[in-house]
């Protein structure tokens, strides 16, 4: 298979990437009703591609997305590969993206209340078939006409290309979105790696990861900015427990993503290795080097033997960085977000406290308290030490810091775990418990009162 063709066909995987587990059995693109008599590609993908508009307009979103994924896969088998064929194609993409935009955006914006990981967008975006032309022109922007230097290598493939264009257009919000809350964070993170003796650009890598969004939860349920499992977390050291998640703390989960990266470069000598690890686990890169008898990721990345996550992780990585460090010349901006955490400072109170005491001394809402401190699950400090470093606006009254000093500690709420049974309900569970639904709920995170067996439920109880 040529390296056009492997490139091309990572398309088509794309956009599956969101879909639910269980898929409907679709028919193949030879034998769909609408296109089974039309010679055509071109007339072909699109009869397809409407029969996959008409699911949608149904609310069958994955049909939906079977059907887009089978139109892009006649055009993909259309013969011969020319400039038409590319027009055709980027053009399906584009309308594709359209729709994404329209029908799917709520559900796939980290906007949305779920808070869901920018990477989750990323594996799933539709991608453009750059010319050779394009190619050329990215690799002399960041070549012989770079403004600025790079601390890592930059290589510039089709693929990289690829990602930069959707950057620029079908991600473009969610890029800017990640480039406006970048502005607190990047100078604090940048300094964490130099301080452990790696390169300052890996900074970045939170734009892919997260969109910079410290409370941001992956489908795989990875956490926080940089998207830390909690079995990774906890072996650099983060606390991941019922009461503080270290992962939603940006800067000790940065300074654990460099001690991370540090490990593996060390460990593989070569940083798109290194980066690929970091997303998918040394185990599976590992089996594919040996495999395939090479240490070159781009080699790696175009067999079968690693995710397709982890083969699109570092080139959309080397696209958000070359934007992220020379943003206007891309179509983005800088400086426009909003400050989470910048204009705050921490204070030593005694622990365990309670959050909504101080809140009051404080005299400012206790949802602003714990949106400077996202570790803390919650409404108290935790117990592991007797006092804790809790972070309060720069700007309190000072007679009211003093005064958090010399709040007494306070009780740990009791609580006990319970694993959800086949029948169980939450208002069954809290009735057994002598604890309301609004309790639980509280505890855990819930918005709704569905639960499923297996569960592990948080149950409080008195002081």
């Known amino acids: 298979m040529s390296k056009a063709r492997s490139f091309l066909l990572l398309a088509v995987l794309l956009l599956a990437a969101a879909c639910a587990p269980s898929r409907p059995s679709l028919p193949s693109p030879r034998t769909v009703p609408a296109a089974h008599a039309v010679p055509d590609p071109a007339a072909r993908a699109e009869a397809i591609f409407q029969s996959g508009k008409a699911r949608l307009e149904k609310g069958d979103m994955p049909g939906a997305k079977e059907y887009f994924d089978l ?6 088998d259309a013969e011969p590969a020319g400039d038409g064929r590319r027009a055709a194609l980027n053009g399906l993409v584009r309308k594709i993206a359209d729709i994404e935009l329209i029908y799917l955006k709520d559900k796939n914006s980290p906007e949305n209340g779920e808070h869901e990981a920018f990477l989750d967008q990323v594996i799933a975006t539709p991608l453009f078939l750059p010319s050779e032309k394009d190619v050329q022109d990215l690799q002399h922007k960041v070549g012989e006409a770079a403004v600025v230097s790079y601390s890592l290598p930059v290589i510039v493939n089709p693929q990289v290309v690829s990602f930069l264009k959707a950057f620029q257009t079908i991600r473009h919000d969610g890029i800017q979105r990640a480039l406006d809350r970048m502005g607190e964070f990047i100078g604090p993170f940048q300094e964490i790696f130099r301080r452990h003796g790696l390169p300052e650009d890996l900074a970045y890598l939170p734009i892919i990861e997260s969109g910079f969004r410290v409370d941001a939860t992956s489908r795989a349920r990875a956490r926080g900015a940089w998207q830390f499992m909690a079995a990774t977390a906890r072996l650099y050291g983060l606390r991941v427990d019922w009461q503080v998640d270290e992962r ?7 300074d654990a993503a460099a001690r991370f990266l540090k490990h593996l470069y060390e460990e593989y000598n070569d940083w798109y290795i290194a980066l690929a690890c970091y997303n998918g686990g040394p185990r599976r890169v590992v089996r594919a080097m040996r495999a395939l008898q090479t240490a070159d990721f781009f080699t790696i990345n175009r067999s079968s033997h690693i995710r397709r996550e982890t083969r699109n992780y570092v080139p959309a990585f080397l696209a958000s960085l070359i934007i992220a460090r020379s943003p206007y010349e891309y179509g983005f901006t800088l400086g426009n977000g909003e400050p989470l955490l910048a204009g705050s400072k921490t204070v030593e109170v005694p622990s365990p406290v309670s959050l909504p005491q101080v809140a009051e001394r404080l005299r400012m809402p206790l949802t602003e308290l714990k949106k400077l401190n996202p570790e803390l699950l919650r409404d108290f400090t935790p117990s592991n030490g007797s006092v804790y470093a809790l972070r309060v606006p720069a700007a309190a009254d000072e007679a009211a810091l003093a005064g958090l000093e010399r709040i007494p500690a306070g009780k740990i709420p009791r609580y006990r775990s ?16 002598g604890t309301s639904v609004r309790r639980i709920q509280s505890a855990n995170g819930l918005r709704s009162t569905l639960i499923r067996p297996g569960m592990n439920l948080i149950i409080p109880g008195g002081d």
């Open 71 to 76: 139109a892009l896969d006649v055009m993909l």
């Open 248 to 254: 939603l703390d940006p800067f000790k989960a940065a």
């Open 418 to 433: 319970y694993r959800v049974r086949s029948g169980d309900t939450l208002s069954a569970i809290a009735r057994r418990h």
